[in-house]
């Protein structure tokens, strides 16, 4: 058997979202969380883009101990062995196309938080998905979307977050919770905690600004030089700055060159 449902529980989030005084619409309706969990499954977010598919209401959680086929950015993989969290929510924000781009610098604040309110662990964000310790990356986001039209339909946000794994269950370069604070903790009771603080960051997707500006302050490469390498070029320079559309601003000697996609490595 290779997919075995264990639990399915609802966490009742404390707060209902509410519309800020002005704005038309909420971004979410209010939810409880329901919990999907997997011992062992290919990936959480093929499998909640399944349940999406079949209407899986806002803020579903797909989780498993472990992914045999987890995926990271542009087919790479992600190595999800037995001792992380790796998760997927289905969301359904009423927002425009133009403002997807967000929800990655909005998960990456939400995430770098709750590493520090949950395991008090100081982490900071680097282009477009990561959050590193010390340059190493600690956890990773993949999210995918569904259009139609101008609107989005949902997106699935995928959470890999290294949490008790030790430096032989992992790639070179990353690292892990146990790893730097040399304990181990509770995956089931963390997810939870986690979650409250994803859903607490969550309505900030209103302010365009303030997401962007959080994402900034805690950036890793904030003016420092940097290469990009993107499918067929690689672009050295200084990193000054992100725009709300998802893309990186890196001063070359040709001037700015705004780059929407690729791997950033520091120019050491
Ligand atoms: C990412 O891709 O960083 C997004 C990772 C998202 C994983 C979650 S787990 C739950 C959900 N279900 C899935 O199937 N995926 C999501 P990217 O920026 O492309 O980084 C991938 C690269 O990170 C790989 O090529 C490796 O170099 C490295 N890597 C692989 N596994 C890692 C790990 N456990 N920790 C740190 N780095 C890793």
């Avoid at 781009?101 to 100081?122: C, D, M, P, T």
């Avoid at 990773?140 to 101008?150: D, F, H, M, V």
Wanted: some cysteine; proline content about 4%; aromatic content about 6%.
């Amino acid at each position: 058997m290779t997919s075995e449902r264990l639990i399915i529980q609802i966490l009742q989030v404390s707060r209902i979202l509410t519309p800020k005084t002005g704005l038309p619409t909420p971004i979410t309706r209010g939810c409880g969380l329901k919990i999907i969990s997997y011992e062992r499954i290919s990936s959480t977010n093929t499998k909640a883009k399944t349940l999406a598919e079949k209407q899986a209401a806002d803020w579903t959680v797909v989780t498993s101990e472990v992914q045999t086929q987890g995926r990271g950015r542009s087919g790479r993989s992600w190595k999800s062995p037995k001792g992380g969290l790796w998760f997927s929510l289905i969301i359904r924000p009423r927002i425009h196309v133009d403002r997807i781009s967000l929800l990655q610098f909005l998960f990456a604040n939400a995430l770098r938080k709750g590493i520090e309110e949950v395991y008090g662990v100081q982490s900071e964000v680097k282009w477009p998905n990561d959050l590193v310790v010390e340059w190493k990356k600690l956890a990773g986001i993949l999210i995918e979307t569904k259009l139609s039209g101008p609107e989005l339909v949902y997106a699935i946000v995928g959470i890999g977050l290294n949490v008790n794994l030790t430096a032989e269950q992992l790639p070179t370069g990353a690292t892990s919770i146990f790893l730097v604070k040399k304990k181990r903790f509770s995956l089931e009771k963390t997810l939870g905690s986690m979650l409250t603080v994803l859903e607490r960051h969550y309505e900030t997707l209103r302010d365009e600004s303030a997401v962007v500006d959080e994402w900034w302050k805690h950036c890793a490469h904030r003016m420092k030089p940097v290469i990009i390498e993107t499918g067929n070029s690689r672009i050295p320079g200084k990193c000054v700055g992100v725009n709300p559309d998802g893309s990186i601003i890196i001063q070359t000697e040709q001037g700015n060159v705004t780059v929407p996609d690729g791997t950033l490595r520091l120019d050491a």
